[in-house]
């Protein structure tokens, strides 16, 4: 009896080391805070120009800007690299700017032929010839600062010819997951400028 009260004791004192009992905790993907004060990652494409500013609540926020011809301005990307399974929602801090600013639509590309890289076709609009990307798009529709939610549910694949047309950004079978992000912008006029602020771009689980 003295035996097994004593074992009894211990599993009760090595049980938190394990998590017995615990929920797990659900921890955010930051894709980026900016707070690094280093912009040199994001690249750029079509009449935008990057700039760090003073964020609403942090050091640092990242300011686009460009003009825009017959509507569109063009766009920014970013290289993730991360097993983004258990994520069902991206959020952002977007402050529109400008009036005129009209909507961002926002890229999310797989690795489904598992090099971590995204092969395109500048014939094709640079499509991804062998991987999948799915979109969504949000309307700039209001004015300052705003938190913005987006379930990944709502982003759709936009490019059919190539992939396995499912959203499956898991680091398994040698897939790098979700490899990248795109967000291409669009004026409210044919003829205008964009000017919008983002920050603190990151995943989330369900629940988060």
């Not at 010819?161 to 409210?188: H, T, V, Y």
């Not at 771009?201 to 629940?207: A, F, Q, T, W, Y």
């Amino acid at each position: 009896m003295k035996i097994l009260t004593v074992g009894f004791i211990l599993l009760l004192l090595i049980a938190p080391s394990f998590g017995f009992g615990k929920p797990v905790p659900k921890t955010p993907q930051m894709i980026d805070n900016f707070e690094s004060g280093k912009i040199s990652d994001w690249w750029t494409f079509g009449s935008v120009s990057l700039q760090l500013v003073s964020g609403k609540n942090s050091r640092y926020a990242l300011q686009i800007t460009g003009n825009s011809s017959d509507w569109y301005v063009g766009g920014i990307g970013f290289y993730i690299g991360k097993d983004a399974g258990k994520f069902s929602r991206l959020e952002m801090d977007v402050t529109n700017n400008n009036k005129d600013n009209g909507a961002m639509k926002l890229e999310l590309y797989d690795d489904d032929n598992g090099n971590w890289q995204i092969e395109q076709d500048p014939k094709k609009g640079y499509a991804p010839i062998y991987d999948d990307r799915f979109s969504c798009e949000l309307k700039i529709d209001w004015q300052g600062a705003k938190h913005v939610s987006i379930p990944l549910s709502e982003f759709v694949d936009n490019n059919p010819e190539a992939g396995d047309n499912i959203w499956n950004p898991q680091q398994k079978e040698g897939s790098g997951g979700l490899l990248q992000m795109q967000l291409i912008f669009s004026s409210a006029v044919k003829t205008g400028k964009l000017d919008i602020t983002i920050d603190n771009i990151e995943l989330k689980e369900p629940g988060k």
